[in-house]
């Protein structure tokens, strides 16, 4: 329930952030477009965003077309992993296996650098 809560809980930093962080406007406009998604290895627990300059858009679930998916072992890895989504807890969930990326390593630091601007 707790990771539910947070997934949901991003959605609505990043639609905020979209509205008044100048600078999380600026780079998501040079992105044009970035699906994205967080789930569970068993995909019990899902959610996928997708951000468009001129909006962002949430719902549960993971459709097939997504940019980048984070897959975290379990519910409470995905739950302390968001607590701290700095780079140094990306690479360490990865090389740990409590983290798998199902994308592109690229999209991974477009992600990042939208992530850094969230308050």
């Known amino acids: 329930m707790k990771l539910r809560l947070m997934l949901w809980l991003l959605g609505v930093m990043l639609k905020r952030a979209r509205r008044r962080n100048t600078r999380f406007q600026q780079k998501l406009s040079d992105m044009q477009r970035f699906d994205w ?4 290895e ?4 899902a959610r996928h965003y997708r951000m468009r300059p001129e909006s962002i858009e949430d719902a549960p679930g993971l459709p097939i077309d997504l940019d980048l998916e984070l897959r975290f072992r379990d519910a409470h890895a995905g ?3 968001l607590k ?7 690479f360490d969930g990865l090389q740990s296996g409590r ?3 199902v994308g592109d390593s ?5 992600l990042q650098g939208l992530l850094k601007h969230l308050r």
């Open 99 to 101: 983290l798998r990326l």
């Open 79 to 81: 739950v302390a992993f």
């Open 37 to 40: 998604g967080v789930a569970t």
């Open 106 to 110: 690229r999209d991974l630091e477009r």
């Open 84 to 90: 701290r989504p700095t780079a140094r807890a990306f």
């Open 42 to 45: 068993d995909l019990s627990l």
